[in-house]
């Protein structure tokens, strides 16, 4: 096999920060009030859950933190633009950038919640039917708006291939971060990963309902989406929060 080429594209050194674009549900929203103990961080309070205090009926404490484990540093989200490096100097203009964004997108609303029974079987996600279309276009626009201000590295690593669109999804991530945001946005709230199957997925949340940790009634996860919030690593880069410098977030105004 034909090892990668590598190109050499200058990029001074400098503090860098890592910000990422969420939609995140209102404190008091059921989402958050129900989402956060499950996920084991509540991003509005800084509250971590013990692995040792959930009780999940035929989960044992060390499962738990296997399906908490990749979700808990974010807390209860909906990605809309990808967790990156950036120059710490370019944190003004990332605000700028994301105010214009905002500016342009009127409020709406996500409705019509489900368990997602077709992402990843090893994932347990909610995701919506309406205002799908709004959230892909806030994270293109921050793909092309926000993420291509992000750090680069000296070295970047051309797989060696022929194949068009592994070459294409390459070209795009080299531009704009990640490939999947432009052709591939599949947004979702994760509540559990590194689920071993299907079967553990589906027994994970028939006991989160049965055991009225997450509502029977799917219409109570509608969800408001009048804001954006840019989100920094917070505990020591160990867990994301709100940037302490934007405390609303940026508010939609289209």
């Known amino acids: 096999m034909a090892d990668p080429t590598t190109l050499i594209t200058p990029a001074p050194k400098t503090d860098t920060i890592w910000l990422a674009v969420f939609v995140v549900p209102p404190q008091d929203h059921p989402l958050a009030v ?26 044992t404490s060390s499962q738990v933190n296997r399906i908490r484990a990749l979700p808990r540093p974010y807390g209860v989200h909906i990605t809309v633009g990808d967790a990156l490096e950036y120059p710490a ?12 964004i905002a500016a342009q997108v009127a409020p709406f609303v996500l409705k019509g919640a489900s368990y997602d029974q077709h992402y990843w079987d090893t994932v347990l996600a ?6 799908i279309n709004d959230l892909h276009r806030l994270a293109v626009a921050s793909a092309v708006h926000i993420n291509t201000l992000r750090h680069r590295l000296n070295r970047v690593t051309v797989p060696m291939t022929t194949q068009p669109h592994l070459l294409r999804d390459w070209a ?16 979702h ?11 553990e997925r589906d027994r994970l949340w028939a006991t989160w309902q049965r055991s009225g940790y997450l ?7 509608d969800l408001p989406v009048d804001r954006l919030y840019l989100m920094t690593l917070t505990r020591e880069n160990r867990f994301w929060g709100i940037h302490p410098d934007y405390p609303d977030g940026f508010p939609l105004q289209g």
Do not use: C
């Open 189 to 199: 709230l994760t509540l559990g990963n590194a689920l071993e199957n299907q079967a």
């Open 215 to 221: 509502s029977q009634d799917m219409g109570e996860y």
């Open 89 to 100: 100097t370019v944190l003004p203009e990332v605000a700028s950038r994301l105010e214009g």
């Open 34 to 59: 129900q989402g956060s103990p499950l996920i084991g961080y509540d991003v509005w309070t800084g509250t971590l859950f013990p692995d040792e205090g959930a009780v999940w009926p035929g989960f």
């Open 126 to 131: 909610l995701r919506w039917e309406a205002g």
């Open 172 to 187: 795009i991530e080299t531009v704009f971060g990640r490939h999947w945001t432009i052709e591939k946005y599949y947004p």
